[in-house]
């Protein structure tokens, strides 16, 4: 078993600034992306960012220049750090994890969520 614990969200006006962080733990072997998603009421779940393990990142277009993804491999814990919120970036956001619990073998696992609300 893996657990992903995000915390980090909450409201923050327009143009204000939030950091998220997930830590994974439990039977790790190794973990090769981690990410952020998000999920608006009566949306589907998008692509914010990922990371890989190497340090290839990916970001959604709408979050170029705003949002950013780090990691700290050492601690299993992925970090996204948002500027310039908008109002339609409020959203449940989730941690995601690529996790190996062997050479070759892996699971996807996703965090329960963090509410992000951007609103004046």
């Known amino acids: 078993q893996v657990q992903l614990a995000e915390s980090g969200g909450g409201l923050v006006q327009p143009g204000g600034s939030l950091r998220l962080s997930c830590v994974a733990s439990?039977?790790?072997?190794?973990?090769?992306?981690m990410g952020w998603h998000r999920q608006a009421p009566g949306k589907q779940r998008e692509l914010v960012a990922t990371?890989?393990?190497?340090?290839?990142?990916n970001y959604a277009e709408y979050v170029k220049g705003r949002f950013t993804i780090s990691r700290d491999n050492a601690k299993n814990t992925v970090y996204l750090q948002m500027n310039s919120l908008k109002p339609e970036d409020t959203a449940v956001y989730y941690c995601?994890?690529?996790?190996?619990?062997?050479?070759?073998?892996?699971?996807?696992?996703w965090g329960q969520g963090t509410q992000v609300t951007v609103s004046s």
């Open positions: 995601s994890a690529r996790v190996y619990h062997t050479a070759y073998d892996y699971t996807d696992w």
């Open positions: 990371k890989r393990s190497g340090g290839i990142t």
């Open positions: 439990g039977s790790i072997f190794g973990i090769n992306v």
